[in-house]
């Protein structure tokens, strides 16, 4: 049986966004969540909160008004699609239906540049997404990704922080 067409989060974006931070697709606790990157063992909190010092340990709503504060908005490349669990290797792919990233970055010119969080939403963005700012890719957040949690740090400093 296939499984249904589910429905991806809607954006989180401050007053002053200035970097646009797209995964893949929800996974099934964020969606129950209906929060971003819900699934405790998934590193993007203390990512995130490593990069600009806050603590990833607050409240959800804390979190994203930190995000917020350092000018980052939340989204992800996929809008729709089918997929059975939470990896994106089981995305479907005949049923994705993407977000509209354009017509957000039109809504909000301070956005400067995207990036997507890991290999998925990276292949993803450069297939159906159609805008003129640069796309760039961190190392992956999942709990999936083997890549040490210094590495993944570097990086994705060196790409938020202004």
Known sequence: MEPPLRDGL?????????????G??????????????????????PLL?????????????????????HGVALWDVIGRCRRTGSLD??????????????ALVAEH????RILV????????AVRHLGTALPVLRLPSSSPAATTAFAVKLARWREL???
């Open 10 to 22: 809607p954006p989180v974006v401050g007053p002053h966004p200035r970097v646009l931070l797209l």
């Open 89 to 102: 290797a089981r995305i479907d792919r005949k049923s994705v239906q993407c977000n509209d990233v354009d």
């Open 49 to 69: 909160g490593a990069v600009f010092g806050f603590d990833a340990a607050v409240a959800y709503p804390q979190r994203i008004a930190a995000a917020a504060h």
């Open 24 to 45: 893949s697709f929800p996974s099934e606790l964020s969606l129950a969540a209906g929060e971003y990157y819900a699934n405790p063992h998934n590193q993007f909190w």
């Open 117 to 124: 969080n890991g290999a998925a939403a990276h292949d993803f």
């Open 160 to 162: 938020l922080v202004p």
């Open 109 to 112: 010119p301070g956005i400067r």
